[in-house]
C-alpha cells in the first residue's frame, strides 16, 4: 500500500473536491482519495494505491479534473 501527498493549487470549493476525487478513483489500484480544500490557496491531495504511482498517471488525473500541482 502507498499513499502520497500532492499539493494542487486551484481548487476553490466542493465541486473541485469532487473532480479531482473522481479523475483519481478512476486510476487503477487507487483505493481511497480526501482532500484538505484551502480555497484560494495550496490544497493537500492525499492518494492511497496498492503501489507507487506513475508520475505520468498522477499528472493525467489532475489535468482531466482541471487542476496542476503547486509550484513548491
Known sequence: MSTID???SGM???HCVS???KE???VPG???VSVDLVADGVS???VT???ALADSAIAAALDEAGYELAAN
Do not use: K, M, N, P
Open 19 to 21: 473532480a479531482v476525487t
Open 49 to 51: 494505491s496498492d503501489s
Open 44 to 46: 493537500t491531495v492525499h
Open 30 to 32: 487507487v483505493t481511497a
Open 24 to 26: 483519481f478513483t478512476a
Open 12 to 14: 476553490t470549493c466542493q
Open 6 to 8: 500532492l499539493r494542487v
